[in-house]
């Protein structure tokens, strides 16, 4: 399985983008998929994630309220809005994907060892 992330850019503070992530054809049990995201100097940290099938949806305390998480089946397609972006959302952003479920999915869908499908990045820059 294959991830192809895009939608990554320059913006202002205040502003908006949408991140696309498409899955290859074949299956990984669609258990999640999530976005995580590395600022220079920084560790790779957790942003969002939703279940494939419930369509359940967790984010971390820094983007609650600005960012969304979406998916559409058909497309194998998860999207991340994010808006009122801020200077520190600068940062690569990765989708990862994974098709565990787990009993305490808020924990484990947050976590990177969750996942075992990463794709390549896609960078946002913020400027103030």
């Known amino acids: 399985v294959q991830l192809q992330a895009s939608g990554g850019g320059l913006v202002q503070a205040g502003g908006s983008l949408r991140l696309s992530c498409t899955a290859s054809?074949?299956?990984?049990?669609?258990?999640?998929m999530g976005w995580f995201r590395q600022a220079p100097g920084k560790e790779r940290e957790f942003v969002a994630a939703?279940?494939?099938?419930?369509?359940?949806?967790y984010f971390s305390d820094s983007v609650k309220g600005r960012f969304a998480i979406s998916r559409d089946k058909s497309k194998r397609t998860v999207y991340l809005e994010m808006i009122t972006l801020a200077p520190e959302d600068t940062a690569i952003y990765y989708c990862?994907?994974?098709?565990?479920?787990?009993?305490?999915?808020?924990?484990?869908?947050?976590?990177?060892?969750?996942?075992?499908?990463w794709g390549q990045g896609t960078q946002v820059t913020v400027s103030s």
């Open positions: 054809e074949g299956t990984f049990g669609y258990g999640a």
């Open positions: 939703i279940r494939w099938s419930e369509s359940t949806t």
């Open positions: 990862a994907a994974t098709s565990r479920r787990y009993a305490s999915p808020s924990y484990y869908y947050t976590q990177r060892s969750s996942y075992g499908y």
